[in-house]
């Protein structure tokens, strides 16, 4: 079974630093990646999303992530971050074995003025 | 607003009720999510359906789970028997027919069972 990894839980960052996260999943055949976010009191939303081509991403509020097939790893990058960044970050997997998505348990990230 | 919404947002309840909570997917969506979420955890496939029919079930949904989608429009989660170990965030998603369609997430209901 596929299976999602968030090595980062928790991460805390000044405004304007850069910021990468890493995921890194376990699954040898054709997947769809994911990133959502999650604000304070608000529910999931989607930060971006690979499903084929360019493997790096853009997404909204200037996140990228890169795909990079030979490690198995989707990181998220912002340059500079902002404090209304602040929220948490999950990653995702789809591979179209089970019509669900797999979730990575989350990185906490808490940006400082 | 014509996102997911679910109904309840938060319920409480004493161990050993019944609790069902509503899921309203986006309109033209035809597949339906229910996933779980616990402190510190990432959601948690729980089940899905296909307009009406619903097609896989995860372990996770013991026999005192029961979902529906009897119109293929909106679902309902039911839990009986509701035992300590179901306070949770119950998530619903949605999303167009190809399966790996980006799932548009609710708000939630977070269960808390006393």
């Known amino acids: 079974a596929q299976s999602v990894s968030q090595h980062n839980h928790h991460v805390i960052l000044s405004e304007a630093a850069s910021l990468e996260l890493g995921c890194n999943y376990s699954?040898?055949?054709?997947?769809?990646l994911f990133w959502y976010v999650q604000y304070p009191g608000q529910h999931l939303q989607l930060l971006l999303k690979y499903f084929s081509g360019d493997p790096l991403v853009k997404g909204i509020k200037g996140f990228e992530a890169e795909f990079i097939k030979s490690k198995f790893s989707f990181n998220l990058r912002k340059p500079s971050v902002q404090w209304s960044d602040t929220a948490e970050y999950f990653c995702?997997?789809?591979?179209?074995?089970?019509?669900?998505?797999?979730f990575g348990t989350g990185t906490r990230l808490q940006v400082t003025l | 607003d014509t996102g997911v919404s679910q109904d309840p947002r938060h319920k409480i309840t004493k161990r050993g009720q019944n609790v069902t909570f509503r899921c309203d997917p986006i309109?033209?969506?035809?597949?339906l999510y229910w996933y779980r979420q616990t402190l510190g955890q990432g959601p948690e496939f729980l089940t899905y359906f296909q307009n009406e029919a619903q097609l896989e079930k995860s372990r996770l949904l013991s026999d005192r789970f029961s979902a529906e989608r009897p119109k293929g429009s909106f679902s309902t989660l039911e839990i009986q028997r509701t035992e300590q170990g179901d306070s949770a965030m119950y998530l619903c998603?949605?999303?167009?027919?190809?399966?790996?369609?980006?799932?548009?997430f609710g708000p939630g209901t977070r269960l808390l069972v006393l």
């Open positions: 998603a949605s999303s167009l027919r190809q399966p790996q369609e980006t799932q548009y």
């Open positions: 699954y040898g055949g054709t997947v769809n």
């Open positions: 309109s033209e969506h035809n597949r």
């Open positions: 995702a997997v789809y591979t179209g074995t089970a019509s669900k998505l797999t």
